[in-house]
């Protein structure tokens, strides 16, 4: 462990922090002027989080201390995976405590505390919400782990930075299997960050509701630190798509000129993704739940077909 | 020598133990305060021996017990003492957690229980050192009848009997399978040592006959798919810390007794065995889990949580097999260790759970889900204990049983360069439905902690309910240590099975794991993949503090606790408030309809028009309704035939004596 590697972590983990809601507004503009609606400002998902820290809390009488912790459970999960997830460098030293199995772990694990949460209060729509947060669960994440399976037989490894590093050295080359792999993902993170095609997040509406759901006995401070990091959960998938399948830019070494490099090179490929994720939720409609798991499996299916792919090429 | 002295000491102080508690029969408080707690502390001692014991050579031991010119042939090496310290780790546990529980009778008198308790554990210990045929199926015969009697403890009621019975009986038939298993490997020498089984190289047709009786009779035991069904009806039937014991410690047994014969007395075999263990390994686990998740009692989706759990374990050995016919030792050693992390996983967590559903059910007397919820509120000890095992079922990190998911799913990803094309393409599939099973377990264990502990109580009488007293919690707390113990320090977890992966397959993860120090896991390179728990556990820690401060210096709002929102009804009774939330049904609903092919789904939908509604679903399992009942009618069938010859009249029973003599009498003539 290096004094460099050490400060790239801390950047990083800063970077996320502060830069994740400002993700999460990009997105919505973008959505907003492609439905020709009048567009929100790009900090709004700020004053959003400065408006629930002054709020109160209401806490359930009902609620015990498992729906208190909760929010920092996730808050705190969700900070580990951007830490995790090489986004400016791939010499962290974070990076060896999870491979990509353990960063599933860590997503089921908050996924896990915030079900249970809402199951505490003992209302109709929390135990709704976590029963569909978790049927998402169970198909998303094996289609996860199967995309990284993907990516982690051409490279040898299950290690992130590893994969990172193998992609960035080998020719240019499309593998056919990566573009598979490439497809599932991007279902799957539409699904885990509740985006559109399955899950609205602006809806509460209550027959759709899902992670709205989950949350909604929330409010004040506890709700807040939800919003931060459902921010960072797409921050993070962002960025694992970017550095599986685009990882040109990321600094290998921690020199400071790569560091000053990767900054721009990482904003303007979130920027370029934000803009997708927004036409993808402009130009498809929200679908039924029992619709969902077919969207899913369909992400599972594409993943084991880049597997099979692979090995047929005998890549 | 000493070891194997010390562990017959242990196993013969049980069985006293259990003599013992016959002078007291119906003195509960006796029973309770001193017997169980000594046993426990003998459970512990097998504990350490076993500890020890796993690291020393193999031992040998004879006991002048039994027939003449037969004695009992004992022996302790790797693999019996990892099974051992799993043996004595659970019975440690469970026994601290009787001394609590056994306040009331229920059917047999303490006394009684105790004695059978006590046989059954040390029933179990010498079927791990058992070094002869012999031994070794008196010893599974005992272990069966003694637990067939724990588990009919409460057999004044009709379905525990039933399900006592049909343990039993599947029981049996797997020990025949068992039995004409070891008379195929003896090879016509006519000696059963074990010893002299290893010596012996049997053609292939013959090892694989063997083998499968082998699957047939240990898979009975442990639960493999289709012989799963005695399972989920004779694990709830038994009181809870003999249902813990059931789960988590003798389904061991069983796997002990697959890797005995598979890999040490047949010395592994062609590469298809592995491939018949994973198939059925990965049905038992998807059926278990899909089955675990709709269950409406909480003991029911534990053992079929159980079964799930076997078919993981039996699949990591499937594999192991499969790599060791090819001669890849280290990748055999992985999934072996993959395998033999999760037995001792799966005994912990389903200790803490089955022992968590005693405390619920000796609280509130109910155990089935549609009748609790929200005692983390009247029982925070139990359920806070408890929470640690549901999310190592989960497989969650930083709990032990991601340790195992993530070796085994290790061992899938490295699997690209078997020489068997087929097999190539085969295994990234099963890795796919590894991934399915664990993710649907998350699901069972959320619904079974969800239900039962959070939300509101749906009976009033739950308000009241107690939490577990000392013995109960000093129980609890052994096996939720260890569950979160050995999730943060894996590397102590390899350092215990090496010695067994070196025995087995010739190959150990040890070397590799300790080149990168003590805090991180990295069997097969730190540049192809590691997971360091310590790490992780302190990153989320850390960072869920960094949240708590920047929540706490931002905040400028208050806290208020208010009621929730009643989907704006006003004030409502408890009761009605209770029904708001999901049922159990309810929440196993989404599997129910994306899984139907797998259930017979029974449902009793209300009309608009009736006055008391009533909705009504039951599953059953297709194995059940299409295996098993045509089977039990033709039996019937046949019985019935027989039995016209029974006619209960002297005057019919003279006529056949006639008969049987007049036919004597022509066979002589002629």
Same mark, same amino acid.
């Given at each position: ?315 | ?286 059926? +278990? ?218 190959? +150990? ?22 997971? +360091? ?138």
């Amino acid at each position: 462990m290096n004094t460099s590697g050490v400060i790239a972590q801390l950047l990083e983990v800063a970077l996320a922090l502060a830069g994740a809601p400002l993700l999460l507004g990009w997105v919505d503009q973008w959505r907003a002027r492609l439905q020709n609606r009048k567009a929100p400002p790009v900090i709004q998902p700020y004053h959003v989080l400065r408006k629930l820290f002054h709020k109160e809390s209401v806490v359930a009488d009902s609620a015990s201390p498992l729906f208190r912790i909760a929010p920092y459970v996730k808050f705190g999960c969700m900070t580990l995976a951007c830490a995790i997830v090489p986004t400016l460098s791939s010499d962290l030293p974070l990076a060896t405590a999870a491979d990509g199995i353990a960063l599933v772990g860590l997503f089921a694990l908050a996924r896990t505390f915030l079900a249970l949460a809402a199951m505490d209060i003992g209302t109709a729509f929390g135990g709704m919400g976590a029963r569909r947060d978790m049927l998402i669960g169970f198909l998303a994440e094996p289609a996860l782990l199967m995309t990284l399976f993907c990516v982690s037989l051409l490279t040898q490894s299950t290690s992130l930075a590893n994969m990172v590093e193998t992609i960035n050295h080998r020719p240019f080359a499309l593998e056919p299997s990566l573009a598979f792999a490439g497809i599932a993902f991007t279902i799957v993170s539409l699904a885990e960050n509740t985006r559109i095609p399955v899950d609205n997040p602006a809806t509460h509406l209550e027959l759709t509701m899902i992670h709205e759901a989950m949350v909604l006995e929330y409010s004040g401070r506890h709700l807040a630190m939800l919003e931060w990091a459902a921010a960072l959960k797409l921050f993070a998938y962002s960025c694992i798509g970017l550095a599986l399948f685009f990882p040109w830019g990321i600094a290998e070494i921690d020199t400071p000129l790569a560091m000053v490099t990767a900054v721009p090179v990482l904003v303007l490929k979130l920027a370029v993704g934000g803009v997708c994720l927004a036409l993808i939720e402009t130009i498809s409609a929200k679908m039924r739940i029992f619709r969902v798991p077919e969207f899913l499996a369909t992400a599972f299916l594409l993943a084991v077909i880049g597997l099979l792919v692979h090995q047929l090429l005998g890549a | 020598m000493i070891h194997i002295d010390w562990i017959l000491a242990i196993a013969g102080g049980w069985l006293l133990l259990g003599a013992a508690s016959l002078l007291v029969l119906r003195a509960t408080a006796i029973v309770a305060r001193w017997i169980f707690p000594l046993g426990a502390l003998l459970g512990g001692a097998l504990m350490v021996v076993a500890l020890d014991a796993v690291f020393c050579g193999p031992e040998v031991a004879q006991l002048v017990i039994g027939l003449p010119g037969l004695p009992m042939h004992l022996r302790v090496d790797a693999l019996g003492a990892f099974f051992l310290v799993v043996i004595g780790a659970g019975v440690c546990g469970t026994s601290l957690f009787s001394a609590g529980y056994f306040r009331t009778e229920e059917g047999t008198p303490p006394g009684l229980l105790s004695l059978e308790y006590h046989a059954f554990a040390a029933a179990m210990t010498l079927v791990v050192l058992a070094d002869d045929a012999y031994t070794f199926m008196v010893m599974w015969e005992s272990m069966a009848v003694s637990s067939y009697l724990l588990v009919t403890a409460n057999h004044r009621v009709a379905a525990v009997r039933r399900a006592g019975y049909l343990y039993l009986l599947i029981a049996h038939i797997g020990a025949i399978a068992l039995l004409l298993c070891f008379g195929i490997l003896q090879a016509n020498t006519g000696d059963y040592s074990f010893a002299n089984l290893r010596a012996q190289h049997l053609d292939p047709a013959w090892s694989s006959a063997a083998f499968g009786l082998a699957v047939f009779g240990f898979g009975a035991k442990a639960g493999l798919v289709p012989l799963h069904v005695w399972l989920p009806e004779a694990h709830p039937a038994a009181p809870s810390p003999v249902s813990a014991l059931l789960s988590a410690v003798m389904l061991k047994t069983a796997i002990y007794g697959m890797l005995r014969v598979c890999l040490d007395l047949l010395h592994g075999g062609p590469w298809w065995w592995g491939m018949v263990l994973l198939g059925l390994g990965l049905a038992s686990a998807l059926l +278990g889990v899909v089955f675990s998740t709709v269950q409406t009692e909480m003991k029911r989706l534990l053992a079929y949580s159980s079964i799930e759990n076997i078919g993981l374990i039996v699949t990591g050995i499937g594999l192991a097999l499969t790599f060791h016919a090819y001669g890849m030792t280290a990748l055999a050693a992985l999934a072996l260790s993959a395998a033999l992390v999760h037995v001792v996983a799966h005994s912990y967590f389903k200790n803490l759970l089955f022992l968590g559903t005693g405390a619920v059910l000796h609280a509130t007397g109910e155990r089935n889900l549609g009748r609790l919820g929200g005692l983390i509120r009247t029982m925070p000890w139990v359920a806070w204990l408890v929470l640690a095992g549901v999310l190592a079922g989960a497989g969650l990190p930083p709990f032990v049983g991601f340790i195992s998911e993530w070796l085994l799913l290790q061992s899938f990803l490295l699997t690209t360069i078997l020489p068997n094309s087929f097999l190539n393409m085969l295994i990234p599939l099963v890795a796919a439905a590894i991934a399915l099973v664990v993710a649907l377990a998350g699901y069972a264990m959320v619904k079974f902690f969800g239900v039962v502990f959070l939300g509101r109580p749906r009976e009033e009488k739950l308000l009241q309910a107690r939490d577990a007293g000392g013995w109960e919690r000093l129980g609890l707390l052994w096996f939720a240590g260890g569950v979160i113990a050995m999730g943060l320090f894996p590397v102590l977890l390899i350092d215990l099975v090496d010695p067994v992966t070196r025995m087995l397959v010739g190959g +150990g993860l040890a070397p590799a794991v300790h080149a990168n120090g003590w805090l991180l896991l990295a069997p097969s390179g730190i540049e192809r993949a590691s997971y +360091g728990p310590l790490v992780f556990l302190g990153g989320v820690g850390a960072a869920t503090l960094l949240g708590l401060v920047i929540a706490r210096w931002l905040f400028r709002g208050r806290l208020r606790r208010a009621p929730a929102w009643a989907c704006g009804q006003g004030p409502l009774p408890v009761r009605d408030q209770a029904r708001l939330q999901d049922s159990a049904e309810g929440f196993g609903q989404p599997i129910r309809q994306i899984f139907e092919p797998f259930f017979h789904v029974d449902r009793e939908l209300p009309a608009p028009t009736d006055a008391h509604p009533r909705y009504r679903v039951e599953i059953e399992d297709r194995i059940w309704l299409g295996a098993y009942l045509p089977v039990a009618r033709l039996v019937d069938a046949l019985a019935r035939l027989v039995g016209r010859l029974q006619q209960g009249r002297i005057s019919i029973y003279l006529l056949y004596s006639f008969l049987t003599l007049l036919v004597m009498l022509l066979v002589v003539r002629l």
